[in-house]
């Protein structure tokens, strides 16, 4: 590895302003973010965190407010992802908002520290995941937004897909987030270090506020306070939902999270739609004919700006080539005949690619993305028969066990390929004991151990965090789910159709074979009305007039619907909200029997 390339190291100071001096802390003394947790990056790589991933957490955890050309400022090291502030007439434009209220807020209030209380005159968001949307409620109000005051500009479909991944998913994608991220981990050489992109997610509230301006087209452009700004669409790369944005002023561009220091995901851990890497590189050469000939810098929404005409092309043409590679390479193998893992093992990057620092899989990896490529294409089946009809996890390591010779026999063999250092091996064979008996203390220990050897070894660092997560959870139990990104705001922007999906996804179909009913919701604000049908486990619904009437009609606003997707459906629920229930009041509560709502606690290395 190139460690005498100190070139990051410098851009990652460069402009500096500001280091941030304080955590960020709610009302009632919780710590939300504290990035001096990482001050133990500054000493020398231990043998407990692979050296690559070492050096890419001491440059995520350069924190503080700084200047990226006179006029555009950033605030890193404040939450997963960075906001940008760029100064117009008056005011600013912000784009990006990080995950919390209380981190941009803290984020806002750095920046007017030392450039002045300029009031923000329009929002822009990269794209749909919830580092860039969530703190909004940090520098401007709906009331704002409303009264004309600031401006809001999204991609197209942005709504949707934000509460697409934090709704109908979010309480799997955000246990596994948890997993991810290293919420549970203590920070330290055997602990957390980073995710690689960032180092971690904030804890605080999450809010979001509708857009006002909805880019369609690339090549798009708006002025707001003086502040030029080009859009470039990038749908279904780094986010379903995306687009870069140039500002010709300054000659720069941001990359949103389509160009950053790191091979990012095709499928992210925490769980995902796979993502596009033929559309991914098809973007950035895109990218590199409209703005190339004159961007003078790039800056993203995570990590570092990049300067200089020749390296911004030289990094941006790195980026496209990298998915590339992986997508075509992936697509000449699997027309081979080699299934995912296979391919995951075969494919090595050129040496221009394997050279350069931000391809390496920090956040992303060549193994699981080239599995997701295979997936996006041939889905979950390669093939072979035998993996048809598989028996589920217990199943198949009791049976494992049982070859073996019982728990004892896999417990040791387990210990023997791990004092052999082969730790997958022994992940493998732990994995089955813990499984086949999840209560043997020896078995949890001895898979415990390999996962943390695992976690030491990895330079991915959600790799590490997965790892080190799972050692965690098999020695001290469940930790749950610490950061909630289905929040009030974002249930709030439920269309009736996504929350009558919602209410979907929680029936417990076995326990409504039985059940039949139909209710009728009115929206007296929007003169809308829904027939909601339950039979044959299926909650259905229809906007079309019917010609029987339902069994109940409920009457609301769709201001007020929302309230059906965030606790039980009881009658004093019904009531808090104005809601009026007329009709056999008993479908309420045999509706409500059937919703089984995910576990936020589901175990993940043990049965």
């Not at 350069?62 to 008056?90: A, C, H, K, W």
């Not at 699997?334 to 990057?349: D, F, H, M, S, W």
């Not at 959870?473 to 950061?483: A, M, V, Y």
Request: proline share 5%; hydrophobic share 40%; net charge negative.
């Amino acid at each position: 590895m190139p460690f005498s390339d100190t070139r990051d190291f410098e851009d990652a100071n460069r402009g500096l302003i500001s280091p941030i001096d304080e955590p960020v802390v709610a009302a009632d003394g919780t710590v939300l973010w504290d990035n001096s947790t990482y001050d133990f990056l500054a000493g020398g790589c231990p043998d407990t965190v692979h050296p690559s991933l070492w050096r890419q957490s001491q440059l995520a955890a350069i924190d503080g407010l700084f200047e990226v050309v006179p006029g555009i400022y950033q605030v890193r090291g404040m939450d997963l992802s960075n906001t940008t502030l760029v100064e117009g007439d008056e005011g600013i434009v912000v784009i990006d908002t990080l995950l919390s209220v209380e981190t941009g807020a803290a984020a806002l209030a750095l920046y007017r520290k030392h450039r002045g209380d300029r009031p923000v005159k329009a929002v822009v968001v990269t794209h749909s995941h919830v580092d860039h949307f969530g703190g909004v409620k940090g520098f401007i109000s709906q009331a704002d937004v409303d009264a004309g005051q600031v401006r809001i500009f999204a991609p197209e479909g942005f709504v949707e897909d934000a509460i697409v991944e934090n709704v109908y998913a979010g309480t799997a994608m955000g246990r596994r987030a948890g997993y991810m991220y290293g919420a549970a981990l203590v920070r330290g050489p055997q602990g957390g270090v980073g995710a690689g992109l960032g180092q971690t997610t904030s804890t605080g509230t999450v809010s979001l506020i509708e857009p006002t301006d909805v880019v369609t087209t690339t090549g798009h452009e708006a002025t707001v306070d003086g502040v030029r700004m080009v859009f470039q669409m990038a749908p279904d790369t780094e986010a379903p939902s995306e687009f870069l944005v140039y500002l010709p002023a300054f000659n720069a561009l941001c990359a949103a999270e389509d160009a950053t220091h790191t091979l990012h995901n095709l499928l992210t851990l925490r769980g995902a739609v796979v993502r596009d890497p033929h559309a991914w590189a098809t973007y950035l050469t895109e990218t590199i004919e409209l703005f190339g000939a004159d961007v003078d810098v790039v800056f993203a929404s995570h990590h570092w700006p990049t300067w200089g005409n020749d390296r911004v092309v030289e990094f941006l043409s790195t980026q496209r080539d990298l998915y590339a590679y992986l997508h075509d390479q992936t697509l000449r193998l699997a027309n081979k005949g080699l299934v995912g893992p296979e391919i995951a093992e075969e494919i090595t990057l050129p040496p221009a690619l394997e050279n350069a620092w931000n391809t390496n899989g920090y956040y992303g990896s060549i193994s699981h993305n080239v599995k997701a490529i295979y997936q996006r294409y041939l889905g979950w089946f390669d093939g072979n028969p035998a993996h048809l009809w598989e028996h589920t996890p217990v199943e198949r390591a009791k049976r494992y066990v049982e070859l073996v010779g019982g728990i004892d026999n896999a417990v040791q063999k387990a210990r023997s390929a791990f004092d052999a250092g082969d730790y997958r091996w022994a992940a493998e064979l732990g994995n089955h004991a813990v499984f086949a008996q999840p209560d043997h203390t020896p078995a949890r220990e001895i898979l415990a151990d390999t996962y943390e050897q695992l976690g030491y070894g990895s330079e991915n660092g959600t790799w590490r965090d997965f790892y080190l997560s799972g050692a965690i959870e098999l020695r001290d139990g469940q930790f749950g789910t610490p950061t909630e990104t289905a929040a009030h705001d974002v249930i709030a922007q439920l269309t009736p159709a996504m929350l009558l999906d919602a209410i979907a996804i929680q029936v417990n179909g076995p326990a409504a074979w039985n059940e039949q009913l139909t209710i009728d919701i009115v929206l007296t604000d929007t003169d809308e009305r829904y027939r909601l049908r339950l039979a044959n486990g299926v909650l259905t619904y229809s906007a079309r007039p019917q010609r029987d009437d339902a069994d109940a009609e409920l009457i609301t606003t769709r201001h007020a619907l929302p309230v059906l997707a965030q606790g039980t459906l009881s009658a004093d629920t019904l009531a808090s909200a104005g809601m009026k229930l007329t009709g056999d009041a008993s479908v309420l509560a045999r509706l409500n029997a059937v919703l089984d709502p995910g576990d936020k606690n589901f175990a993940i290395v043990t049965p």
